[in-house]
RNA sequence: GGAGAAGUCGCCUAGUCCGGUCGAGGGCGCGCGACUGGAAAUCGCGUAAACCCCAAAAGGGUUUCGAGGGUUCGAAUCCCUCCUUCUCCGCCA
């Protein structure tokens, strides 16, 4: 959400970034929102002058009656019920207008950075680095639900008769081998001196709605019936939502979280035959990174952010590279992202495993999140990304870890969370 | 879940019964200044946010006393709904 005076100032460069996102159906709610604020101010104006004298007059009534002028007061009276239709008026347009604004001002997009590559979807995302060497073994990769199943270490069809498609039990080894991965992200995010968090797993539709927009909740959120209550898609919801409304003591940045959480997520529409198996679930759990900085920080902690990832997979000898998102891919409210993409030695090409976002200032203003600074008070910037969410990182793991004979070998960095032991045996 | 009490400007608190000079008094904290060789103590001054008008500054104005709505010329104060906290009871990992 950008600054309605920097529109204003700026309509310009508005219409350019909403061309590099080809948006181009956007183009006239520029001109139609710089419309609506003018109208918006103007009856602003009127009301607020119409306001003072009533507030201006009704303290003379308080006089004229205290002095038992009853005359004197009634006339007064009849002044302010003169005014009252009009300012009636006015205060219904003042909240038409602002709304109006508002909707469109949710719908222009954020000005991206300009090194984000320019392209119209995510065909034409840009890969900037490769970690590791993305090795194909001599040996065949099975699909990752059937080297789970070798190890006895899913059931789906129990789990299709408990609770549908899109949710598995995981069991044994395999189940530890997720606990492991998210114990081991927490750890190693604390390390890197973040602060762990367990969040509220559900929040109320006042937080929703700051956080998302409507279509996005139809398409993501379970809502509790006969409660005000949504289940979270992730923990960002809780993290984010924890802010909003404050107001932060510049000596108290930047807030640099870790947070675990279950993530549930309707995932409405079709899917592909790759998105089967543990790829994509009504429910996984996530070990994620959240930061609020001052905003000439935020590119510093951009980086920061997902170079977390990547030594967190290379610690694991996943072979990892990070894909940028072109303008067009970019969601509305980023300035800058880009995804930590595994290897698959099975299919023989990397896939989304995490997202690292820079929201700049638009999220905090949309969220009224701001920094009390010695030199005034202004927006603070946010930041997040995925550590780890443990569905997508097996299929990685699984796949880069997988030995001949069909055992997996574990790095020695999560030997410590899987008592030990280097290697998941056949059963 | 039931009963009761409460939520005021960074913190504590006055005001709420009986609506008007209360956008709000006091204390603490903080900032500036005086006093001092320096400090403490003391004294004086100051001490929220968002937005609008003004080219800008100066200045003026609107809104905000947990949130939202209502009554009224006028609401911290009256009415309704919700949220939160505390105490007691009940239930429960």
């Known amino acids: 959400m950008l600054d309605i005076k920097f529109l204003r100032a700026n309509p310009d460069i508005v219409k350019d970034n909403i061309k590099k996102k080809f948006q181009h159906d956007k183009l006239p709610l520029v001109d139609e929102v710089i419309e609506l604020d003018k109208e918006f101010?103007?009856?602003?104006?009127?009301?607020?002058?119409?306001?003072?004298?009533?507030?201006?007059?009704?303290?003379?009534?308080g006089f004229f009656m205290a002095q038992g002028q009853k005359e004197e007061a009634?006339?007064?009276?009849?002044?302010?019920?003169?005014?009252?239709?009009?300012?009636?008026?006015?205060?219904?347009?003042?909240?038409?207008?602002?709304?109006?604004?508002r909707k469109i001002m949710l719908v222009i997009p954020n000005i991206i950075d300009p090194s984000v590559p320019v392209g119209k979807d995510d065909s034409e995302n840009v890969e900037?680095?490769?970690?590791?060497?993305?090795?194909?073994?001599?040996?065949?990769?099975?699909?990752?639900?059937?080297i789970m199943e070798k190890l006895n270490g899913i059931e789906l069809d129990p789990a299709r008769d408990t609770s549908g498609n899109g949710f598995y039990y995981l069991k044994g080894d395999i189940a530890r081998l997720?606990?492991?991965c998210l114990s081991y992200a927490r750890d190693f995010m604390i390390d890197r001196g973040f602060t762990y968090y367990i969040p509220p797993y559900m929040i109320r539709s006042s937080v929703v709605d700051g956080v998302m927009s409507f279509a996005e909740?139809?398409?993501?959120?379970?809502?509790?019936?006969?409660?005000?209550?949504?289940?979270?898609?992730?923990?960002?919801?809780?993290?984010?939502?924890?802010?909003?409304?404050?107001?932060?003591d510049e000596k108290d940045l930047p807030q640099t979280l870790t947070s675990y959480s279950p993530c549930f997520r309707k995932e409405v529409g079709a899917h592909g035959i790759e998105e089967r198996g543990v790829y994509r679930i009504h429910q996984f759990e996530k070990q994620e990174m959240i930061v609020v900085c001052r905003p000439e920080e935020s590119p510093m902690w951009y980086d920061k952010l997902w170079q977390n990832t990547v030594d967190y997979f290379r610690?694991?000898?996943?072979?990892?590279?990070?894909?940028?998102?072109?303008?067009?891919?970019?969601a509305d409210l980023k300035v800058k992202s880009c995804d930590v993409e595994a290897w698959s030695p099975r299919q023989q090409k990397y896939f989304e495993v995490g997202s690292c976002s820079n929201l700049g200032d638009a999220q905090a203003r949309r969220l009224r999140i701001r920094i009390k600074g010695e030199n005034g008070n202004y927006l603070a910037h946010t930041l997040n990304n995925t550590c780890v969410a443990p569905p997508r990182m097996l299929i990685?793991?699984?796949?880069?870890?997988?030995?001949?004979?069909?055992?997996?070998?574990?790095p020695e960095a999560l030997r410590p969370y899987m008592g030990g032991k280097d290697v998941i045996a056949l059963p």
């Open 41 to 61: 101010r103007e009856a602003k104006t009127r009301a607020e002058y119409l306001r003072s004298q009533r507030n201006k007059i009704s303290k003379q009534i």
């Open 74 to 101: 009634e006339n007064a009276k009849a002044e302010v019920a003169s005014m009252a239709k009009e300012l009636e008026d006015l205060s219904a347009k003042e909240v038409e207008y602002e709304e109006k604004i």
């Open 128 to 146: 900037i680095e490769r970690f590791g060497e993305p090795l194909v073994p001599d040996f065949e990769i099975p699909y990752h639900v059937d």
């Open 178 to 180: 997720h606990s492991a």
């Open 217 to 248: 909740m139809e398409n993501m959120m379970y809502k509790i019936e006969g409660e005000d209550l949504y289940l979270i898609g992730t923990s960002e919801h809780s993290m984010i939502g924890k802010f909003i409304d404050t107001m932060i």
């Open 315 to 330: 610690s694991l000898d996943i072979p990892v590279r990070t894909l940028e998102c072109c303008s067009g891919d970019l």
């Open 396 to 410: 990685a793991f699984l796949e880069n870890n997988l030995n001949a004979d069909g055992s997996v070998r574990i």
